[in-house]
T-cell receptor
Framework: AQSVAQPEDQVNVAEGNPLTVKCTYS??????LFWYVQYPNRGLQFLLK??????LVKGSYGFEAEFNKSQTSFHLKKPSALVSDSALYFC???????????????FGQGTILTVHP | DTGVSQDPRHKITKRGQNVTFRCDPI?????LYWYRQTLGQGPEFLTY????????KSRLLSDRFSAERPKGSFSTLEIQRTEQGDSAMYLC??????????????FGPGTRLLVL
């Protein structure tokens, strides 16, 4: 079975400061890892993904994430936070291709990011 | 930009009624997924289609739930004899099976269901 843990329900950061939203995962085999953002009463917007290759992945809106296989982590980062980054962030994992479960994503509980002016 | 669309966006129904939701994926995407999201939780997988074939169903998808994708394009999710516990946001996502974006699921705005 695959699972995702987002250990922080909330992250608060001042505008202009760096931000980190943590994610650890468990999956059989090599993982596909994703970050999505959700604004109130909206669907999920794709930010970035790790499939293979460089452990540092760059995505939309200046976000990046670092894949760490030994720590089974995929933390989301941004060097300088904006007030408009305030939203709900989800980390997700899926197993690499193969088997019958390769399609579905398993999501974490989400982390509310609040960026203060 | 023709993203994933869902209809209706909101649905209020009484316990015991049947409801049906529609999802139109991005046109060239042959994979389609349904998820359910309750307040304060991450989305949970319900079912997955590749073209018109339903290849995986979660144990969350009880006998009261049925999903179809008859022509491999739009999909419907029907809930029969709704219960208050069915109140949630129902999300649809689609992805291509090849190319740079393969494996990335793009989500629609969701249908928020409230069962009274």
């Amino acid at each position: 079975a695959q699972s995702v843990a987002q250990p922080e329900d909330q992250v608060n950061v001042a505008e202009g400061n760096p931000l980190t939203v943590k994610c650890t995962y468990s999956v059989s085999g090599n993982p596909y890892l994703f970050w999505y953002v959700q604004y109130p009463n909206r669907g999920l917007q794709f930010l970035l993904k790790y499939i293979t290759g460089d452990n540092l992945v760059k995505g939309s809106y200046g976000f990046e994430a670092e894949f760490n296989k030994s720590q089974t982590s995929f933390h989301l980062k941004k060097p300088s936070a904006l007030v408009s980054d305030s939203a709900l962030y989800f980390c997700a994992v899926r197993a690499n291709a193969g088997g019958t479960s390769y399609g579905k994503l398993t999501f974490g509980q989400g982390t509310i990011l609040t960026v203060h002016p | 930009d023709t993203g994933v669309s869902q209809d209706p966006r909101h649905k209020i129904t009484k316990r015991g009624q049947n409801v049906t939701f529609r999802c139109d994926p991005i046109s060239e995407h042959n994979r389609l997924y349904w998820y359910r999201q309750t307040l304060g939780q991450g989305p949970e997988f319900l079912t997955y289609f590749q073209n018109e074939a339903q290849l995986e169903k979660s144990r969350l998808l009880s006998d009261r739930f049925s999903a179809e994708r008859p022509k491999g394009s739009f999909s419907t999710l029907e809930i029969q004899r709704t219960e208050q516990g069915d109140s949630a946001m129902y999300l649809c996502a689609s992805s291509p099976s090849s190319g740079r974006a393969s494996g990335t699921q793009y989500f629609g705005p969701g249908t928020r269901l409230l069962v009274l």
